[in-house]
């Protein structure tokens, strides 16, 4: 069985001769420790732990061109500056991704400001939005045999991202026809943007972006979010399905199960990472929604940290690994990118234990609690 064939055996709940692994993420601190703890230097990760490939179509969907970027303030500890997207952020020097920027201001008030500094650079016609050799590529991925996505774009995620959250709140209910003017712009951008690449190359799967969620909840009411952005999804996602793209996978962040809902019937299929700490549980989602949702993450991130037992402990009593195998429509992945206080023992303790339950799930069913 190829990878692509893999792929979708995996997520349409079929049956793959074994789940399709999806290469993990790992801040770049994580993989610094690792190598002083026995990994080698001289390997690629994803071929060092036996993932699968997928690769994802290289179309810019950004601002382009972006906004300048200029430093404000700097001194050896942090610098304030302007990011690509117009915000302008305080960030510390040392190690910034284990710590949360600073945001000082957004570049989107007004329609004055997405008139003037928006629309210009969501232009689906900009010449570099595609690979400059783009007949070349897509010769070369007709007879892939792994699967091949493309993004499709976000429908609160990147309005927030402009906004700021506080500002997008208020707006909601300010000015609710102006967020919603952007949500349905975004989706024509996306759509005339993606078009000839779906067209051409008949991707795999899609990827939507959103982030959309806290601890607690989303970080926008579900009634908000279905009048003012939930349309513009489903335009989105009705193109991709028109186009024979049926597996659109959603990543956010937090707790997301009032939105699911929300996003199916939009017609995303499929949600990750199920962040554990924010009250995601695969298996309560597989008992209620069943093969309307495929599913990748719920491994908790933060068991990896602790010892084997633990990590045993999450994967057969919490995950229910070998039952969800055995459901279809899901792989196992860490609940967001792999933080470095976990030890490269830990891991690679955890990956071959997943390797071995994959193999044969049945087998490992009598560690399963009944439930």
């Known amino acids: 069985m190829t990878m692509r064939e893999r792929f979708w055996a995996t997520f349409t709940f079929g049956e793959p001769d074994r789940v399709f692994f999806m290469p993990h993420w790992f801040w770049a601190s994580t993989i610094e420790r690792w190598h ?13 732990f036996g993932f699968d490939r ?21 001194d ?36 004055t400001d997405w008139e003037r500094d928006f629309l210009p650079r969501l232009n689906p016609h900009s010449p570099a939005r595609y690979p400059l050799w783009w007949d070349d590529y897509v ?5 892939r045999d792994y699967p091949l996505g493309i993004h499709a774009g976000s429908y609160y995620g990147w309005i927030r991202n402009w906004m700021g959250v506080e500002r997008l709140s208020e707006m909601i209910y300010d000015d609710p026809n102006f967020v919603r003017d952007i949500a349905e712009y975004i989706s024509d951008f996306v759509i005339e943007t993606i078009k000839p690449a779906v067209q051409q190359i008949r991707p795999d799967f899609a990827l939507m972006w959103e982030d959309m969620a806290m601890k607690t909840g989303p970080l926008i009411s579900p009634k908000k979010f279905a009048e003012l952005m939930l349309p513009a999804c489903k335009r989105v996602c009705q193109f991709l399905h028109d186009n024979g793209v049926d597996i659109i996978l959603l990543d956010s962040d937090g707790h997301i199960d009032p939105l699911i ?6 017609g995303v299929t499929g949600v990750y990472p199920l962040e554990i700490a ?3 549980n695969p298996v309560a989602l597989r008992k209620q929604y069943g093969k309307r949702l495929m599913m990748f993450g719920g491994v908790d991130k933060r068991v990896l940290a602790q010892d084997r037992q633990a990590i045993e402990h999450h994967l057969f009593c919490d995950l229910k690994l070998p039952w969800l195998l055995l459901q279809g429509g899901y792989t196992p992945f860490v609940d967001h990118a792999v933080p470095p206080d976990v030890p490269f023992d830990n891991f690679r303790y955890y990956w071959e234990l997943v390797q071995q339950i994959a193999e044969n799930p049945e087998k490992f069913m009598d560690k399963v609690p009944a439930s």
């Open 278 to 280: 924010a009250g995601e």
């Open 36 to 48: 002083s703890e026995g990994l080698p230097r001289d390997v690629h990760i994803d071929a060092y």
């Open 261 to 266: 809902p929300l996003w199916l019937d939009a």
């Open 76 to 111: 050896d500890d942090y610098k304030v500056y302007r990011r690509s997207d117009g915000c302008i952020v305080k960030e510390f020097k040392r190690r910034p991704e284990m710590s949360m920027p600073q945001w000082l201001d957004f570049p989107l008030k007004t329609r």
């Open 139 to 143: 010769r070369r991925v007709q007879d």
């Open 54 to 74: 997928y690769e994802v179509v290289p179309i810019n969907l950004g601002l382009l061109p972006a906004f300048d970027y200029e430093v404000f303030y700097e």
